[in-house]
Nanobody, 129 residues
Framework: QVQPVESGGGLVQPGGHLRLTCTAS????????IGWFRQAPGKEREGVSC????????YYADSVKGRFTISRGNTTNTVYLQMNNLKPEDTATYYC??????????????????????WGQGTQVTVSS
């Protein structure tokens, strides 16, 4: 069964940092656009960042630009979300999602959840003093 798996969440103080990792069982993340989404309590899920299928393009929500960085690992099958200068409003469950067909281009539609076919279970990030 195709399943992205997130890890790296936790409790951190404001101004701190975390690195989330997305791996996968059942398929390789290479050649697929990978998105990170988050959902805070009482709020809708929102797109945080995305890396294109060829890794040439990255996309960020305005709220995280300059603080978060998405990248693919040097080894295959890993996508990272480096989160710096974390704020209490970053508190949420973070999800990794993959498009379903290799080579699918998402670009301007990267925040559309319908672009992604496979979703992880999520990892909790809590920013609090």
């Amino acid at each position: 069964q195709v399943q992205p798996v997130e890890s790296g969440g936790g409790l951190v103080q404001p101004g701190g940092h975390l690195r989330l990792t997305c791996t996968a069982s059942g398929f390789t993340l290479d050649d697929y656009a990978i998105g990170w989404f988050r959902q805070a309590p009482g709020k809708e899920r929102e797109g945080v960042s995305c890396i294109s299928e060829d890794s040439d393009s990255t996309y960020y929500a305005d709220s995280v630009k300059g603080r978060f960085t998405i990248s693919r690992g040097n080894t295959t099958n890993t996508v990272y979300l480096q989160m710096n200068n974390l704020k209490p409003e970053d508190t949420a469950t973070y999800y990794c999602a993959s498009t379903g067909i290799a080579g699918t281009v998402v670009d301007d539609t990267w925040t559309d959840e319908d672009e992604y076919d496979y979703w992880g279970q999520g990892t909790q990030v809590t920013v609090s003093s």
